[in-house]
């Protein structure tokens, strides 16, 4: 057996519940780290010596609650909590940390580690690599490697998170009222960007990241194992689930981009189909009607299609425009472009996408382009399409997406 490996899958699994359990213990970000990651690195050391313990969760957790306890009695950092405790025991300190770890606070302190990385005194940027960083359980070199950066960048972008934490004083509890509300949405958004950058890399030379796909999904899974009367978590992991069902087929043999009309629909993984769907399922039952649900929605739809002609374009146009409304997002309605010109013919497409070619907000964006292009060439304008393919690629930042926008211009044949 790999005990290193072990080690790294039960951190995986358990480290929001330890980081979550021990930041509401010490009240501190960095304590709560500074605990967990004594823990991992202690049965790194142990574990390929005495072997792989029955219970690995409970001796991370338990191996952490020994070391604080040893902080807390040695005067390192004392908890007002704990202040009335004085020299007391170690069997009492034991008997409040085996309460403060029980069972029943574990949903609560997950939940309040997700609120936390995604305070609103932190930037967006920060909020995904905090989240990677204590609830996914990344360590600084995978989220380097995840969003092509250094790994000082990203360690000084950690700290700086924990320290506007600290400066902000922000108190460790699950907000309340309108500020949870806004909260969920950063925590959701969080998981979503994460997801996002690994179904289509930025920059780089692979065309999907399945590793952090897989990620996000089980992210979307915690937060809505953690809040289930919230329809929008359901549908946020729906969402997910029935998106990464199509990875397989995304990616040719070489690496290359497959576009959905070429995919091979026995690829898609009828497993995360079912579970997407269900997941739905409980998010309108729920009575969710937000951007989730309907971008859940509209994947659901594709996943129920047996091929792009038998797909309901006219439908998802209809979600897409509902989701327009309810986001304001020109991207959405770029993408409502692409189902109307399969449900009514590329003109009504080219329509609406001619409407957005002046707007500031998608001048560099090269999807733009490329959805002008893809519905030219349907109309049989090649040449006006190679050009649009052609400007695509040049604002393209992912490399196997900019060889393939170059290889749809060429597909149209020599200008005239």
Known sequence: MDEARVVEQVWRQESSRLLGALLR???SVDRAEDLAQEALAQALESWPRTGVPDNPAAWLMNTAKRRAIDQFRAGERQLRAYAEVGAGTREAYEAEFDEALAEEHVRDDVLRLMFTCCHPALTPESRTVLTLRLVAGLSTREIARAFLSSESTVASR???AK???????????????????ERLDSVMSAVYLVFNEGHTATEGEDWTRPDLCREAVRLAAILASVTPSEPEAHALLALLELQSSRLASRVGPGGEPVLLADQDRSRWDADAISRGTAALDVAVRLGGDGPYVLQAAIAAEHARAAS???TDWERIAGLYARLARATGSLVVELNRAVALGRARGPEAGLAVVDDLMTAPALARY?????VRGDLLEQLGRHDEAAAEFR???GLASNDRERALLRARAEAQGPSR
Do not use: F, K, N, W
């Open 25 to 27: 213990i010490t009240r």
């Open 163 to 181: 320290r506007t934490l600290a400066d902000a004083r922000a108190p460790m509890e699950e907000p309340v009222g309108q500020e949870r509300a």
């Open 391 to 393: 400007r695509a690629a």
């Open 366 to 370: 090269h999807l733009l382009p490329s």
């Open 308 to 310: 792009v002609e038998t």
């Open 158 to 160: 950690i700290s700086r």
